[in-house]
């Protein structure tokens, strides 16, 4: 029996040496070490043993067990370590197999920036009618009928056939301001709104006009808004948009429902100032129109003007796009070709 | 508005650089970024706001440059005009309503004759051709003073009597450049006892103006009603300087001056004398106002203490002429400053040339609104749909809201269903689109592509009797895929958004889509939206060959019916998961197969449609209880009560 045991463990280890592959050495493992391998069926004959020689053979059975699961384990070990050290032949330059994916407009995608830059300074967003009335689109923004700041705001009027909606009192809005009044003469203040959208205008088409474009409207009624407030706040956004490094200045205009009216200028992001087609040669970019908020705006909505005040503003976000993917032809973000939309 | 150099410089010293004072002017708000050469002169091109009819003139630029620079202006010096030696006799009749205020001056025995050389240069540089030294007069009056002014052949004015009208429409009328009109309504008009004479605040008339035989001249300076001035000019349109001007409202107060400045310019350059006194109607005494700022207000608006001499100093330098009061200052607003009407007025005019960009920056220290605001809108569900769909494979497109008349006619809707604009830039740009679909669909010319996948998600504008009703929407079309490569993407959408109890109904009231096959998406009772193939006939009015598919679902319906699901904790015992074929009869809707499984059993926690092949179906099913582990019995008495459900139900039997 002791010899049979021996001779076991020393053709267990000759096979274990000059094994191969770790699935050869498992195979090995099972066949001697396993459930029913060839020294768990020797545990058995334990019984069979004469009773004197039991212990001796009970010993070496153990020691030979633990030999040969240490034999395993090391041996194994040494196979691991030598494949990870053997350098076969791969190309890794293979490309991928295709998955086609599809891609986001970039107006979704700065819109969605500039919203978030927005949230956190307390804005809330709100969207309102394309369809808007002359009302809020110019009279409640201190825009009487007849006033020649219509002129750079060219409207089309839309045909009530049908509706019980006024004619000539109907029209695609100008500019996303409309939501000011809408906002104001259905809340108290204080808020903060951001108000982003499609306008449209009676332009005729070229590389930087469009008669659909893309604004985003901001304003804060509160008790004690400054212009100071207004100007630290363009310049956040800016810098938020474009980076820290941008420069900008202030200049005075008139919009009506603003008083001081303020227009902003951002260094060229394209020429760094030197000058380009992007920005007339001028190194500028008129960039964010905005002002004090008049106080005829907000008595129209039925707000105290001697108890709160608040400033307002719009961002080009067709602009903005542009300028943030140099873009020179503002046509390109309403022309859904592939070659264009696979770049964002 | 042209600004040569050398007329500006006549009433300031520039002693900024002129790139740096062209800076310092768009700070201030005079916007001039541009110069150009006429001639020798260089111009500067400004960009006048509406609100300031004082800067349409040289001399108003040069009250601002000289503001800007902390100097004063040398005014033009206007001589009194000399007693009249004669009478000769002209009746005008007012009408507040139209004019403000009309005063005029006869001058008698004038010489027609062309201006001398430095008159004939300033109309040139302004970008005008010199006519002859009466009518050049009057536009360099216009031009140095900001307010039109216009020159009759007194001896045309039949009846000496001039009265204001409004057109009443339709009536001929022949410009002083020999041009035919017909008048709009509210036109104003002067007439004499006879006829037309004068389309007051934009043209004079051929009949009553300036030839060279003229000897004896009406000059009058008008405050035209801005209103009826801009809606004449616009209805005809007719823009010209004089009604650019009266559109802002020119200097109520500076009638008399401008006529004294030409009076005194004509009897020096074309001789003559004066043969009237000077009329002068006006509806008010036109007087400078006083306005009073505080230092409270002035900080609460700008955010800054700005010290009190500087504020003075600035009002000063604007001929605002300030004085102290309790807590502030007094302004008296001269009358060619029209646009200073209230303190916040004064505010701007301090901030601006104090200068906006020595002003710190801060951001507001305020409340945040704790309630929602009116128009609140949250748009996280239209990106979620957005990065579902491009990680479908779909590519965002933004088209243009207006659609032609030809596109709403292809995709065989009503015209009569669709907003409509009164004035569109074109017929290519006339309707507002009742869907996303037909845009997308001419979009696939657009891209030769084997295989397009296109979405948008935007508003469409439907005709309702109250008005506008403004609905965003997500659609999509394919090309080059089959329907089931096409119907993954309503899956996904359906169920990334936990939207239960969906079905199809077959019927479609959509012309452009398919007959047999498109359909209308349900859950419950709610109406999702459609999908299906573009019908054929649409295709090929839009010339496009081979298959399209489309949906089109509505964002509210979306919003309302989406979910975000509890989480469920892993079942401890594993599934049994087998194939199964089936043989289903023809006309068998393998979708409502589906439905019937799950729906009857419990157990059976999913099932997928693995292969079809000719009537064969492979599904393959997952069996799962929570309670134990299933055997290989119950397993059969499950898939026994389906297969005789699915018999009895549908006539489906087991593949052998």
Redesign the interface.
């Known amino acids: 029996m002791q010899e049979e045991l021996i001779n076991l463990r020393n053709e267990a280890i000759a096979q274990i040496s000059s094994v191969e592959n770790t699935i050869d050495l498992e195979e090995i493992r099972v066949a001697y070490l396993g459930r029913s391998g060839k020294f768990t069926l020797l545990v058995k004959k334990i019984k069979d043993t004469p009773s004197e020689k039991r212990k001796e053979f009970g010993i070496t059975l153990n020691e030979s067990k633990n030999t040969l699961e240490r034999l395993i384990s090391d041996k194994k070990q040494e196979m691991i370590k030598s494949i990870s050290e053997k350098r076969d032949w791969f190309d890794l330059t293979m490309p991928g197999s295709k998955l086609?994916?599809?891609?986001?407009?970039p107006?979704?995608k700065v819109l969605?920036e500039v919203?978030q830059i927005f949230n956190f300074?307390?804005y809330?967003?709100?969207?309102?009618?394309?369809?808007e009335s002359d009302y809020f689109n110019f009279e409640a923004l201190n825009i009487p009928?007849?006033?020649?700041?219509r002129?750079t705001q060219m409207t089309?009027?839309?045909?009530t056939k049908?509706?019980?909606?006024k004619p000539s009192e109907?029209i695609?809005r100008t500019q996303t301001s409309a939501?000011q009044g809408?906002?104001m003469e259905?809340?108290k203040p204080?808020?903060?709104?951001l108000?982003p959208g499609?306008n449209?205008r009676?332009?005729?088409?070229d590389a930087s006009h469009g008669?659909?474009f893309w604004q985003v409207e901001g304003f804060?009624v509160?008790?004690?808004?400054?212009?100071?407030?207004l100007?630290?706040?363009i310049?956040?956004v800016l810098r938020e948009l474009f980076g820290k490094e941008i420069k900008t200045?202030?200049?005075?205009?008139?919009f009506?429902f603003v008083?001081?009216?303020?227009?902003t200028y951002m260094q060229c992001t394209i020429c760094k100032g030197k000058g380009c087609s992007f920005c007339?040669n001028?190194g500028w970019s008129e960039i964010m129109p905005a002002g004090?908020i008049?106080?005829n705006v907000l008595k129209n909505a039925g707000i105290d003007a001697a108890k709160w005040?608040g400033f307002a503003f719009a961002i080009g976000l067709s602009r903005i796009v542009n300028l943030r993917y140099q873009i020179k032809d503002l046509r390109t973000?309403?022309?859904?070709?592939?070659r264009i939309?696979?770049q964002f | 508005m042209l600004i040569p150099l050398s007329w500006l410089k006549e009433y300031v010293e520039i002693k900024l650089p002129l790139k740096d004072l062209m800076w310092k002017m768009t700070e201030a708000g005079l916007t001039c970024e541009v110069t150009k050469k006429v001639g020798d002169e260089v111009v500067l091109d400004v960009e006048v706001t509406a609100n300031r009819p004082d800067w349409m003139s040289i001399l108003g630029v040069a009250r601002e440059v000289a503001a800007i620079q902390g100097i004063k202006i040398k005014e033009p010096k206007i001589k009194e005009i000399p007693a009249a030696t004669a009478n000769f006799p002209i009746d005008l009749i007012p009408n507040f309503d139209l004019f403000e205020r009309w005063s005029a001056i006869v001058i008698k025995d004038v010489t027609i004759k062309p201006s001398p050389k430095w008159l004939q240069e300033r109309i040139t540089s302004m970008g005008h051709s010199p006519i002859n030294n009466i009518i050049d007069i009057t536009n360099y009056v216009m031009y140095e003073l900001g307010i039109p002014m216009h020159a009759f052949d007194y001896d045309e004015i039949s009846g000496q009597i001039m009265t204001l009208e409004k057109a009443s429409g339709g009536e001929n009328f022949t410009s002083v450049d020999g041009e035919s009109y017909k008048l709009p309504e509210g036109a104003m008009i002067i007439k004499d006892a006879e006829r037309i004479i004068d389309l007051a605040g934009i043209k004079g008339g051929q009949n009553s103006g300036i030839k060279n035989s003229t000897k004896n001249v009406l000059l009058h300076v008008t405050i035209d009603n801005p209103v009826l001035v801009r809606r004449a000019s616009i209805s005809m349109g007719l823009r010209s300087d004089a009604s650019a001007i009266y559109e802002r409202g020119p200097d109520k107060g500076g009638t008399v001056n401008s006529l004294k400045r030409a009076a005194g310019l004509i009897l020096e350059l074309a001789g003559g004398e004066i043969a009237s006194k000077v009329i002068d109607f006006k509806k008010e005494n036109f007087e400078p106002k006083t306005i009073n700022l505080t230092f409270g207000k002035l900080k609460r608006i700008l955010g800054i203490e700005i010290p009190e001499s500087e504020i003075i100093r600035i009002l000063s330098s604007l001929s605002l002429y300030p004085e102290k009061i309790k807590d502030g200052i007094t302004c008296t607003v001269p009358t060619y400053r029209g646009d200073i009407k209230i303190e916040e007025d004064l505010t701007e005019e301090v901030a601006r040339l104090y200068g906006y960009n020595k002003f710190p920056t801060t951001l507001p220290v305020g409340q945040v609104a704790e309630e929602k605001i009116p128009y609140f809108f949250d748009d996280s569900l239209i990106l979620k749909i957005k990065d579902i769909l491009v990680s479908c494979g779909y590519s965002e497109a933004k088209n243009l809201s207006l659609v032609s008349k030809a596109l709403v006619d292809k995709f065989e809707t009503d015209p009569k269903d669709y907003f409509k604009l009164i004035n569109p830039v074109s017929l290519e740009y006339e309707y507002l689109r009742v869907s996303l679909i037909p845009s997308l669909v001419a979009n696939i010319k657009l891209n030769p592509v084997d295989v397009l996948k296109l979405f948008e998600i935007d508003k469409v504008y439907l005709k309702t009797l109250k008005g506008a009703n403004e609905k965003y929407r997500v659609a999509g079309i394919s090309t080059g895929k089959d329907f089931r490569d096409f119907k993954t993407v309503i899956d996904i959408i359906l169920s990334k958004l936990n939207i239960e109890n969906c079905s199809i109904e077959f019927e479609v009231d959509k012309k452009y889509l398919h007959q047999s096959v498109a359909g209308v998406i349900k859950s419950g009772s709610h109406i999702i939206g459609e999908f299906g193939e573009i019908s054929p006939v649409v295709l090929s009015a839009m010339e496009i060959s081979g298959k399209v598919y489309c949906f089109e679902m509505d964002m509210e319906t979306l919003e309302k019916l989406s979910y975000t699901k509890l989480f469920s904790s892993i079942p401890l015992n594993p599934p049994q998961i087998e194939d199964i074929t089936l043989v289903l009869p023809p006309k068998t809707r393998v979708g409502e197969v589906m439905k019937a499984i799950k729906n009857s059993e419990l157990k059976i926690t999913n099932l997928e449609l693995r292969d079809i092949y000719k009537d064969s179906y492979t599904f393959r099913v997952w069996y799962q209880d929570n309670s134990k582990n299933l055997t290989d019995a119950d397993v059969k008495s499950i898939r026994d009560r389906i297969l005789t459900l699915l018999k009895s139900k549908f006539g489906i039997s087991l593949k052998d």
């Open positions: 086609d994916l599809g891609h986001l407009h107006l979704t969605k919203k300074l307390g809330q967003i709100a969207d309102g009618p394309e369809i009928k007849d006033h020649p700041s002129d089309f009027y839309v045909d049908g509706t019980d909606l109907t695609l939501m809408r906002v259905k809340m204080p808020f903060r709104v108000a499609r449209f009676y332009e005729q088409v008669f659909e804060v509160d008790k004690n808004i400054h212009l100071t407030d100007f630290g706040t310049n956040y200045r202030f200049a005075t205009t008139n009506p008083e001081p009216g303020v227009d007339k001028t004090m008049h106080p005040n973000l309403t022309t859904p070709d592939m939309l696979s």
